[in-house]
T-cell receptor, first 113, second 114 residues
């Protein structure tokens, strides 16, 4: 069975600091990996996705993520965090016939001024 | 943004009453999904549909049923609501091309069962 672990439930960073959110997955085949962001009271918005090819993928809002097969990880990074990045972030894995996604528990990001 | 609407957006109901949530899409996507979101659990799949009248169970399907009589509509029914079904419910859609799995989400429905 596939699973996703986001080890950090809450993270607080200062505005302008760099950010890395961790994601570890378990999947029996080549995974499709996603990062979504959810602002308070909103639905989920796709930040970026990895299907194949270059293991460093670029997304919207200045985010990037790196797929490391040997570590079963897909960590999300941003070099300089803005106050508007405060939100909850979800990592997800998929790729099966039903296009179903399995989500991690989420990481809530708080940004200090 | 993908054309996905959910109704109602908020609902308060009492234990034992039936509740139906509606998801409507204008994208003509094949796949539709219902998730519930609870603190610490992320999103968990309740049911999904891979075509009109074709549905299957997800991870947390007990107490829920679904129907899809048209491509654009996917209904989630709680036959007899319980307090444990208090949650935020999200609908998602996917066109399923090449099994890529990317899903687009609706704005959510906050359901409170008293």
């Amino acid at each position: 069975a596939q699973s996703v672990t986001q080890p950090d439930i809450h993270i607080t960073v200062s505005e302008g600091a760099s950010l890395e959110l961790r994601c570890n997955y378990s999947y029996g085949a080549t995974p499709y990996l996603f990062w979504y962001v959810q602002s308070p009271g909103q639905g989920l918005q796709l930040l970026l996705k990895y299907f194949s090819g270059d293991t460093l993928v670029q997304g919207i809002k200045g985010f990037e993520a790196e797929f490391k097969r040997s570590q079963s990880s897909f960590n999300l990074r941003k070099p300089s965090v803005h106050w508007s990045d405060a939100a909850e972030y979800f990592c997800a894995v998929g790729g099966n016939a039903g296009n179903m996604l399995t989500f991690g528990g989420g990481t809530r990001l708080m940004v200090k001024p | 943004d993908a054309g996905i609407t959910q109704s109602p957006r908020h609902k308060v109901t009492e234990t034992g009453t039936p509740v139906t949530l509606r998801c409507h899409q204008t994208e003509n996507h094949r796949y539709m999904y219902w998730y519930r979101q609870d603190p610490g659990h992320g999103l968990r799949l309740i049911h999904y549909s891979y075509g009109v009248k074709d549905t299957d169970k997800g991870e947390v399907s007990d107490g829920y049923s679904v129907s899809r009589s048209k491509t654009e509509d996917f209904l989630l029914t709680l036959e007899s609501a319980t307090s444990s079904q208090t949650s935020v419910y999200f609908c998602a859609i996917s066109d399923g091309l090449a099994g890529l799995g990317e899903q687009f989400f609706g704005p959510g429905t906050r359901l409170t069962v008293l």
